[in-house]
């Protein structure tokens, strides 16, 4: 439908304003809400990321984008439950215990939560208590940790030596992700997956989970 495509269109081009009056407008035109979530604000989402990945855009463009995603999204949540629309899957993401840089995180969080996640944002300073609270009382199904710093990588391993301590470990998935992070280190580890960046994040976490 056009104006599925125009919302998607704003999405991409950032345009907040727009994205709002659109999804009004579609939802004025009796278009399911399933249908502007998947098709206009995911499927906006989605050539965002792709584009960021090409190095077609840079941070800048995928936060004004995001900023009108999350304006659409904000119209959309009240009406979810009474539409029967779900989160694909709970994701709790944080940055580990004694990191306190939080940019790729909120990437990464914005960019799943474009693509149909639910996110339950833990912040920075997260300790292994706290991810495993996440996913005993939260039902996350995949939990994202983040560290800029060598010093605090090590927190990683912590954090999943205390979900195997608690019984959790085999109940979550397990993505990690940073500077100085690389794939033989979540070998390492024991992690379930490596996210080199926030693009390639939503990927890794559907590939885990068997979403097509």
Known sequence: MQVLQEVANAII???MAETEKLVHQALESK???KDILNQG??????????????????????LIAARAMKAGMKI???????????????????????DLHDIGKNLVSMMLEGAGFEIIDLGVDVTPEK????????????????ALLTTTMLNMKTTIEHLKNNGVRESVKVVIGG??????YADEIGADGYA?????????????????
């Not at 609270?133 to 995949?142: D, L, W």
């Not at 960046?197 to 097509?212: R, W």
Request: net charge positive; glycine share 8%; with cysteine.
């Open 76 to 98: 959309l949540k009240p009406l979810f439950a009474a539409s029967g629309v779900e989160p694909i899957a709970k994701l709790a993401l944080g940055t580990v215990k004694g």
């Open 31 to 33: 278009i399911h809400v």
């Open 41 to 62: 604000l995911i499927a906006g989402m989605d050539v965002v990321g792709k584009k960021f990945k090409n190095n077609e855009f840079y941070v800048p463009e995928v």
């Open 13 to 15: 081009s950032g345009k």
């Open 131 to 146: 991810f495993c609270a996440a996913v005993t009382e939260n039902k996350a199904k995949v939990i994202g940790l983040s």
């Open 179 to 184: 500077a100085p992070v690389t794939q033989s």
């Open 196 to 212: 080199a960046d926030a693009a390639s994040a939503v990927a890794i976490v559907k590939n885990l989970l068997s979403i097509n």
